[in-house]
């Protein structure tokens, strides 16, 4: 529904969410709630192969929404809050299905945040991304630039609040791609159909290893993948990847 704080669209397995709360879709208490019911349920949905995460209008989010803090003199009402922000990315980062970040404006804060909880990166040239939590009597967000930047960069962003432009993190090396406006959703969807024609169930597991080997010690990070590897190879979809590329024709995954 186009008046959804968050839509959700689904189309040849792709999802395609929308942060839609206008003007700046800054993130409120039922927007978080959306995301988190938005997400569990990609993670369900058996139609539903690759998701992408974009933002209605000029700004992909804006970070928190400053009105919506919770009551430091109500007991318990701060961890609630703390509980639901986590949750907020938790939700992206443990989603079963691959997420495509497609920021098509500014990213600040916990829009950055929604940003590092997905798995590929793409941006649009008037994006710009920044934690300016030290601005706003905040110190939040130190995990989330760990995950994306280098040791003096991370720092500097975070003591200083410096946004950084989109052509900037794409010379970087951190995300895929620096399109027109127009061209992010395109571009965006060549990689979520390429996701969508492999095995569902291959998928599956190979988010679950990405997710764990970022946890682990080199030597138990393969052992798992091991594990996955002899998991997947008794699936109907791995012998049929097998049998096609023996028989040079393209694959037909059933899913299971």
Known sequence: MSGDIITLEVSDHIALVTL?????????????????????????????RVAIL????KVFCSGADLKDRPDPTKVGAFHD???????TGNCIRECSKPVIAAINGVALGAGLGLMASCDIFF???????????????????AAMLNTLFGRS???????????????????LG?????????????EAMKI????AEKSPVAIEYAKQATNMVELMPPRDAYRFEQNI?????????????????????APVFKGR
């Open 229 to 249: 590897t002899m998991a997947l190879s008794k699936t109907e979809d791995a012998k049929e990847a097998r049998m096609a590329f023996l028989e040079k024709r």
């Open 20 to 48: 839609n709360r206008p003007p700046v879709n800054a993130l409120n208490r039922a927007m978080r709630d959306r995301i988190v019911s938005v997400f569990d349920e990609i993670s369900e949905r058996s139609d539903v």
């Open 123 to 141: 941006a649009s040239e008037e994006a710009v991304f920044g934690m300016p939590e030290i601005n706003v009597g905040l110190a939040g967000g």
């Open 192 to 195: 979520a159909r390429e996701i």
């Open 174 to 186: 951190i995300i895929e791609a620096c399109t027109t406006r127009e061209n992010l959703i395109p």
């Open 81 to 87: 809050h703390n509980r639901i922000t986590r949750e």
């Open 153 to 171: 960069l991370m720092r500097r962003m975070f003591f200083t609040g410096y946004r950084v432009p989109a052509a900037e993190l794409y010379r």
């Open 54 to 57: 974009t933002g209605a209008g």
